[in-house]
């Protein structure tokens, strides 16, 4: 079996494709995200905070910076000045944070869609009912009259 054909085997593969597109949802999830942290809840917090709180443009200069440059990061970065960003970090940890709670919600609901659908599912037989007292009965009474 040549290489090429056990790669397309590999590649159309059911796993793989759900991989894929994993892979390209989770990219635009990761940038709604984004926007919500940084449209919704950074301006929530500024304004709960009585003042503008810009997480990004919150850094440490560890060198220092020439006369004339603006303090924002993007400006101390162009004038080559190595910067601790850690307002970044902060904005960084806070996606993870909320992305890593809505992908927890989502997968106990489809856990528990399943686990609801798993009782309900046609293609698994259901088990028997019990038979009731009268039948019981009737059923010892037939063997009686048998012998």
């Known amino acids: ?8 085997e590999f590649a159309v593969k059911g796993n793989v494709i759900d ?12 940038k709604i ?19 503008k709180l810009d997480f990004t443009n919150l ?13 924002t990061l993007e400006a101390v970065k162009k004038a080559g000045v190595p910067v601790l960003a850690w307002g970044n970090f902060v904005t960084i ?12 919600l989502m997968v106990k609901k489809i ?3 399943r686990a609801s659908g798993a009782s309900q599912d046609p293609s698994v037989p259901t088990p028997p009912a019990a038979p009731s007292d009268e ?10 009259l048998k012998k």
């Open 135 to 144: 039948v019981l009965l009737l059923r010892e009474i037939r063997d009686q």
């Open 1 to 8: 079996m040549g290489v090429m054909q056990e790669f397309r």
């Open 33 to 51: 995200v984004d926007s919500l942290v940084g449209d919704i809840v950074i301006p929530l917090i500024s304004f709960a905070l009585g003042g």
């Open 111 to 113: 856990n528990a869609l």
């Open 93 to 104: 940890c806070l996606n993870f944070t909320i992305m890593a709670f809505v992908i927890f």
């Open 59 to 71: 850094f440490i200069a560890l060198a220092r910076v020439p006369d004339g440059t603006l303090m």
């Open 19 to 30: 991989l894929a597109v994993g892979v390209i949802v989770g990219g635009a999830f990761g």
